[in-house]
């Protein structure tokens, strides 16, 4: 079956840590993947995008690394901070003719000071 | 600019009840999304429009639930009649493919409780 699969358990982490989250996908093969963070009661607002060719992707405090070998994506924050603190989703897009985001449970990041 | 628009933010209804939600996307947005997401879970795509067109329908339940979109702008999702499963949050997306980018804008959704 095809499966999106996100840390279930919240992820606690220290100020000034990295946060690494986890994407895992079952029998999918995305031509592009993007990550998502929802903050309580509001809709999720779009942070990064990598396409199936590209291995790595940064943008200020984040990083996310493509795998599709592994079928992996890893999202970085690094020098976290408590604003961080929030839900990140990644989202599956399975061809460039398609809009139609497959969304994954969504990790809930922590972070203390 | 503003951001996507959604009514109402709260909704609770007995089972059995009509209910409707409305969104007003960004402008010049011609893609338009309904979302369901269940508590922990991640948002369902439940219809994708394409200015007045609905392209992607596939997983909506369409023996209670509609959609549409007068004029390509402004969307109404209708759930009739309401059952106690359908309580969720209902969040509304748009996007714009012409501008290059393939990010999506979400609205802050509208809870509904079912009693």
């Known amino acids: 079956s095809q499966k999106i699969e996100q840390n279930s358990e919240a992820l606690n982490i220290q100020e000034g840590k990295t946060a690494t989250l986890t994407c895992n996908y079952t029998n999918y093969s995305p031509a592009y993947l993007q990550w998502y963070r929802q903050d309580p009661g509001r809709g999720p607002v779009f942070l990064l995008l990598i396409r199936e060719n590209e291995k790595e992707k940064r943008k200020e405090r984040l990083k996310v690394t493509f795998d599709t070998t592994l079928k992996q994506s890893l999202f970085h924050i690094t020098a976290s901070q408590p604003a961080d603190s929030a839900t990140y989703l990644c989202a599956l897009v399975l061809s460039y003719n398609t809009d139609k985001l497959i969304f994954g449970t969504g990790t809930r990041l922590q972070v203390f000071p | 600019e503003a951001g996507v628009v959604q009514s109402p933010r709260y909704k609770i209804i007995e089972k059995k009840q009509p209910v409707a939600f409305w969104c007003n996307p960004i402008s010049g947005h011609n893609t338009l999304y309904w979302y369901r997401q269940n508590l922990g879970q991640g948002p369902e795509l439940l219809i994708r429009?394409?200015?007045?067109?609905?392209?992607?329908d596939s997983q909506l339940p369409k023996d209670r639930f509609s959609a549409e979109r007068l004029k390509g702008v402004d969307s109404t999702l209708k759930i009739q009649p309401a059952e106690l499963g359908d309580s969720a949050v209902y969040l509304c997306?748009?996007?714009?493919?012409?501008?290059?980018?393939?990010?999506?804008?979400f609205g802050p959704g509208t809870r509904l409780t079912v009693t």
């Open positions: 429009y394409e200015n007045e067109e609905a392209v992607d």
């Open positions: 997306a748009s996007s714009s493919r012409t501008s290059g980018s393939y990010e999506q804008y």
